[in-house]
């Protein structure tokens, strides 16, 4: 089985090493018998697609090389997997995948590092620090006292890796985890449980709202102005999902309204953020560019062992575990 | 028995209130033979002082009533409960508090709070939030990107509620966690524990300081320059002690020489920090204005519940457990 891998040109920071590769055959024995290419150019993709059984690359590759322009691809390709775990951009799947090839992602690999971001975000809510950041620029010593997380409500919508790993500490922490998902049953980590239909029905009890999930056509500005307003006074924002996933203008708009108390946002829309965005300078809102979810420690090695996980089901006939369902679009 | 409490004037968050008091009561039914009286001006302190079994007030108020002009207490008051940790301000005990008056403080309130608010410092700095704070007011966005706690090292200095509340849960994520104290003894959310002798040695391999702490002759610029710089190349320090603990300029410059990594202080000298100050401006620096330990939805509460624990020890004739040693100074 042939494995090609295809590294963005000019990717410092995490791209795939044959070190890396390496390791985590060394983690996975039965992985040994792949064989691997490397490219991060045009010449080298073209040269080692019409051999490879698998494609491991990044869904802005995927997007400009295949997607857009509906690349044809070679019979014997079974799998793309996708680098990240939002494939937004490669919506819908049916205008570029054949049936034959399953598109996956490296679900799995954001939830210890996502977790910890959206826990901490959750004690900056707690602690006002959105506020104290905006008064440290005017030099204004203005204490408020904030309250331990222990039985406040969050409400966590979206439980897949990113948002159960924050559901998970924010249990752990005393509070009360109210459960957002395409149906409503049980996690682990959650004291209820609702489907989105019944999203309105549990916001005006949730001080604090954690935004995990993903980005597809049924969620795509599921924040809008009157969903956020349905928070209670004082309410808490985290976004840790997409930036089209809420109206980052009404969360600005309701901050300065006083009905909102701080927003923690790790993703908006463009990315990056220009200069002047309002974003950057509206009271209680806290902007991150977009690093909540990759720790490059350890990213490569989760997306490897995910990858391989998921190879070893392609070879016993099982179901890919990270598939995305093309009517789900996640 | 009877007990005074000393309100400070215009107190409007922290006051202790005879509903309280109540509440109090009902959870700790031994006390309910205890009277009791309120004031919050000079004629109401000097009106009840005499009949006082026990005075409940603010370290200030101790400070401005008692330590400064060298009051006279009368023969029958045994106890001085405070309603904060540190007691800085009025040390040296010897020149003021007469040796059948037992000084306390409520130390215990705050673990829970602090231990959050230490907890998400940690988290802060692991994701590079005061630096983003900075770039925010340019409106710069620039990813950096942060690995998770596990497997890092974190040195906390002092291990009473506050420092032993941060260790706990450093210890619940991961962390390899070093504890500074007194004694060497063993801690049970520390790895190791080394005597404050031995504090240099633990210092090159803490990635992350904690300086928890209370404020002695013996503590008083502990931190300073030299100490600081003994952390490795990109450390990270928490304050959420003192301001006079460390020395708050050689901070600024190890974070401008780009040795520190980033700092968070809850504390600073003076407080309220002045407008101008360096402290505001320094990238990498992110202040709070000393709200660390404080949470107005359950600090009264647990402050009655210490100081009953202490009158029911001092009933008992066994030592009370939050009296500060005039020799240690806490």
Chains 1, 2 share one sequence.
Not at 104 to 109: A, H, K, M, S
Not at 202 to 221: K, N
Request: hydrophobic share 45%; net charge neutral.
């Amino acid at each position: 089985m042939r494995v090609h891998v295809q590294n963005p040109a000019n990717e410092t920071l995490f791209p795939i090493t044959p070190e890396q590769w390496a390791a985590a055959v060394a983690r996975a024995p039965d992985m040994a018998d792949l064989e691997v290419s490397y490219a991060d150019d045009d010449a080298g993709f073209a040269a080692a697609l019409p051999q490879a059984d698998a494609l491991l690359t990044w869904v802005k590759e995927v997007h400009t090389r295949i997607a857009v322009p509906r690349l044809a691809l070679p019979e014997r390709l079974k799998v793309i997997f996708c680098t990240s775990a939002g494939v937004d951009r490669l919506l819908p799947l049916g205008e570029w995948l054949p049936p034959g090839v399953a598109l996956l992602n490296n679900r799995g690999t954001h939830a210890a590092k996502a977790g910890e971001f959206g826990i901490m975000a959750l004690l900056m809510l707690a602690n006002h620090l959105p506020v104290f950041a905006h008064d440290a620029r005017a030099g204004r010593w203005a204490p408020r006292f904030g309250s331990v997380l222990a039985g406040r409500t969050v409400c966590v919508v979206g439980l897949g890796s990113l948002g159960g790993a924050v559901a998970a500490w924010a249990k752990q922490f005393g509070m009360h985890v109210i459960g957002v998902r395409h149906s409503a049953a049980p996690h682990e980590s959650c004291h209820e449980v609702v489907s989105q239909a019944d999203l309105e029905t549990v916001l005006p009890r949730s001080e604090f709202l954690v935004i995990a999930c993903p980005l597809t056509p049924q969620t795509q500005g599921l924040f809008d102005r009157r969903r956020l307003a349905l928070l209670p006074q004082g309410g808490k924002v985290v976004n840790i999902g997409r930036g089209a996933l809420w109206d980052q203008e009404a969360a600005c708009n309701l901050l300065d309204a006083g009905h909102l108390a701080g927003c923690v946002t790790d993703v908006a829309v463009p990315e990056p953020l220009p200069q002047e965005h309002r974003l950057w300078r509206t009271p209680g809102m806290f902007v991150t560019p977009h690093m909540s979810a990759d720790d490059p420690g350890t990213y490569n090695d989760r997306s490897l062992d995910i990858f391989f996980e998921n190879l070893r089901a392609l070879r016993q006939g099982a179901p890919l575990p990270n598939r995305i369902r093309p009517e789900r679009g996640y």
